[in-house]
């Protein structure tokens, strides 16, 4: 049974930074596409971040550029979203996913697999 463990969100002020983690029980992450996606209250699930661990490109949301950044550790078979710069637009409910289709995007249709959900709240 595949499993996405996300840990690490919790409440920072305005600035703050945050290092979300996403485990995978029974899956590898290995040559697949791992995304980080939101959703707050009354809003649409949006896209921040994605690898493809194969080949090692990354792509983030525009909203999160510069601020943000997607790594993996292979031996540990986790991802990580490293979160400086945090702004209270950025509290969400927090959730990594992952598919081993051909193409790594920031879709969320295309992905197979997802995490419970970690929440992010940014204080001003």
């Known amino acids: 049974q595949v499993q996405l463990v996300e840990s690490g969100g919790g409440s920072v002020q305005a600035g703050g930074s945050l290092r979300l983690s996403c485990a995978a029980f029974?899956?590898?992450?290995?040559?697949?596409?791992v995304g980080w996606f939101r959703q707050a209250p009354g809003k649409e699930r949006e896209g921040v971040a994605r690898?493809?661990?194969?080949?090692?490109?990354?792509y983030y949301a525009d909203s999160v550029r510069g601020r943000f950044t997607i790594s993996q550790d292979d031996a540990k078979n986790t991802v990580y979203l490293q979160m400086n710069g945090l702004k209270p637009e950025d509290t969400a409910m927090y959730y990594c996913?992952?598919?081993?289709?051909?193409?790594?995007?920031?879709?969320?249709?295309?992905?197979?697999?997802w995490g419970q959900g970690t929440q992010v709240t940014v204080s001003s």
């Open positions: 690898i493809d661990t194969g080949f090692g490109s990354i």
């Open positions: 029974g899956y590898t992450y290995s040559n697949n596409c």
């Open positions: 996913a992952a598919h081993g289709g051909n193409r790594c995007r920031l879709r969320a249709d295309e992905y197979n697999y």
